[in-house]
């Protein structure tokens, strides 16, 4: 099933730029916009050169332009896209940030609709595994790598009307966390970073299906949530530091958001 905010692109193509042999290369799942957009962003100010991976041609074009990095189209549930996404990178990469994923729907267990958890397994789960197994080549050839899962503190607590993402991405957590006892020894830091509310332009207008007010009313009143540029910067942070200080999670809430139900809100009037 496609989802919603999706390109009908099936296969991923290259842009004419090409990784800078001189420099380190990270690759951004979910570049296009929102968190992806701001890590590559984040990355590029740091010197790597950065594959810009998403559907969308026309945004991580742009993005790419932005941080003179490589644009590759790159729909993650595709096999064949991902094997492209690979052979575009070249035979070494040294940060790969999994950050492609989505929520779709806001019902109750009962209520739910079975494809669209489907959905969201493929896409945060099945989709980093292959982007994981597509890359794990070039990441040991660079002798110094970095795998970064972008979670979600719905990998750590549930609540209603979000059974099928918090499934998900308890999932995501689980893959990574086996990860990094797989990889023990070798030279492969692997990090989770996990967001509370992050107020980016799509996220809740693609999980309501498209109704804004619905959407709107996710951060009615919240002060000051937090920024795609903030769970960037984490990100960013995770990458500088020194090769044997591994992050193995960080969870990242606004002040506003002490938990999953436990948020502040500013009432008019």
Sequence with gaps: MTPPDAVDVSRSAAADASPDPLRKVAVVTGAGSGIGAATARALAGDGFHVVCAARRLDRISAVAAEVGG?????????????????????PVVHVLVNNAGGAFGNDLVEDA?????????????????????????????????????????A???????GAGY???????????QTLRLELCGEPVRISEVAPGMVHTPEFSLVRMGGDRAAADAVYAGVPDPLRAEDVAEAIRWIASLPSHVDVDELVVRPRAQAAQHKVHRVTEG
Excluded: F, I
């Excluded at 189209?73 to 575009?88: H, K, N, Q, R, Y």
């Excluded at 789960?125 to 040991?140: F, I, Y």
């Excluded at 990998?155 to 009307?161: C, I, N, S």
């Excluded at 918090?166 to 995501?172: L, N």
């Design 70 to 90: 490589t644009a590759v189209v790159c729909d993650v549930t595709d096999p064949a896209s991902v094997a492209e996404l690979a052979e575009a990178c070249g």
């Design 113 to 153: 609709d079975p494809e669209q958890w489907r959905q969201m397994y493929d896409v945060n789960v099945v989709g980093l595994l292959r982007v994981t197994q597509a890359l794990l080549p070039a990441l040991r050839a660079s002798g110094d790598a970095l795998v970064v899962t972008v979670g979600s503190t």
């Design 155 to 161: 990998g750590r607590v549930a609540y209603e009307r």
């Design 166 to 176: 918090v499934a998900a991405k308890h999932a995501a957590r689980a893959v990574t």
